[in-house]
């Protein structure tokens, strides 16, 4: 896990959970990290253990389908990021991940060489290519237990804030 930021900036649906609960388990005590997580509701929070120091705010969408995916961005709208080197990590459904990433980009100046792109799942269950298009299909949802970030479909943004 990079070591190098001032913060992490996590972002995910309840499909991230796991590997969220990795991240924040690996980060360097005191280690600075802001987490926004969209679940159902109150019983899909989880303790995520960590030595990091880390803010995580748990989004109820309250009865609204999964896929309406304007909680994550409005959240993230919203905040306030310090100045540093922050690191951003994304998962989940793609067209939420577009548009958190299109913020980023658009409203929080981050460069398009600091973004990885690699596949996300979509709506119905595909794969998305880093160009945008359908690929493979994606494999079940990570449960408990699973905890590699590499087995999630994930975007990274590093920015160097002023």
Same mark, same amino acid.
């Given at each position: 896990?990079?070591?190098?930021?001032?913060?992490?900036?996590?972002?995910?649906?309840?499909?991230?959970?796991?590997?969220?609960?990795?991240?924040?388990?690996?980060?360097?005590?005191?280690? @600075? !990290?802001?987490? *926004?997580? #969209?679940?159902?509701?109150?019983? =899909?929070?989880?303790?995520? /253990?960590?030595? &990091?120091?880390?803010?995580?705010?748990?989004?109820?969408?309250?009865?609204?389908?999964?896929?309406?995916?304007?909680?994550?961005?409005?959240?993230?709208?919203?905040?306030?990021?310090?100045?540093?080197?922050?690191?951003?990590?994304?998962?989940?459904?793609?067209?939420?991940?577009?548009?958190? @990433? !299109?913020?980023? *980009?658009? #409203?929080?100046?981050?460069?398009? =060489?600091?973004?990885?792109? /690699?596949?996300? &799942?979509?709506?119905?269950?595909?794969?998305?290519?880093?160009?945008?298009?359908?690929?493979?299909?994606?494999?079940?949802?990570?449960?408990?237990?699973?905890?590699?970030?590499?087995?999630?479909?994930?975007?990274?943004?590093?920015?160097?804030?002023?």
């Amino acid at each position: 896990m990079p070591d190098e930021f001032d913060l992490t900036l996590l972002v995910g649906d309840g499909t991230a959970l796991p590997a969220i609960g990795r991240w924040l388990d690996e980060m360097r005590p005191g280690a @600075r !990290a802001i987490v *926004l997580i #969209e679940v159902a509701d109150i019983e =899909e929070e989880r303790h995520l /253990p960590t030595a &990091a120091n880390a803010a995580v705010l748990w989004l109820h969408r309250d009865g609204q389908p999964a896929d309406t995916g304007t909680l994550l961005p409005e959240a993230l709208r919203s905040m306030v990021l310090p100045a540093g080197d922050v690191q951003a990590w994304l998962a989940g459904e793609v067209d939420t991940i577009r548009t958190l @990433r !299109a913020h980023l *980009l658009d #409203e929080r100046g981050f460069r398009r =060489e600091q973004v990885r792109r /690699p596949g996300i &799942a979509t709506r119905q269950g595909r794969r998305a290519s880093a160009s945008g298009g359908s690929g493979i299909a994606a494999g079940p949802c990570l449960r408990s237990g699973a905890h590699s970030p590499a087995a999630m479909t994930t975007m990274a943004h590093r920015q160097r804030l002023p």
